[in-house]
């Protein structure tokens, strides 16, 4: 079993920068993906990016392709969601999400973290 806890969301002005965290609990973090994911109230969960258990494979939403890049350190049981060229449709709580055996956009995630808001304004 994993725990989830991502950091790092606030307010940006549009253009900026912001870089989430998601660090995990557990000595066995490099066996499970990770996914991100977001979410605005009273709308479906979306996909964001996803990166594979050992990081040499990574996906992205067309929405956030270019501008997001996702990577993790297993030595810290992190996930880093690096998110530039913000816009205000970037607006959203944003989620991590890993499992033992499923890497995708899909919301088959086992385990989830409590989400950070990122709140990008214009």
């Known amino acids: 079993q994993v725990q989830l806890v991502e950091s790092g969301g606030g307010l940006v002005q549009a253009g900026g920068s912001l870089r989430l965290s998601c660090a995990a609990s557990?000595?066995?973090?490099?066996?499970?993906?990770v996914g991100w994911f977001r979410q605005d109230p009273g709308k479906e969960r979306d996909f964001v990016s996803a990166?594979?258990?050992?990081?040499?494979?990574?996906y992205y939403a067309d929405s956030v392709k270019g501008r997001f890049t996702i990577s993790r350190d297993n030595a810290k049981n992190t996930v880093y969601l690096q998110m530039n060229s913000l816009k205000p449709e970037d607006t959203a709580v944003y989620y991590c999400?890993?499992?033992?055996?499923?890497?995708?956009?899909?919301?088959?995630?086992?385990?989830w973290g409590q989400g950070t808001q990122v709140t990008v304004s214009s």
């Open positions: 557990g000595r066995t973090f490099s066996s499970y993906a």
């Open positions: 990166i594979s258990w050992s990081g040499g494979s990574t």
């Open positions: 999400a890993a499992d033992r055996s499923y890497y995708g956009p899909r919301t088959e995630y086992s385990y």
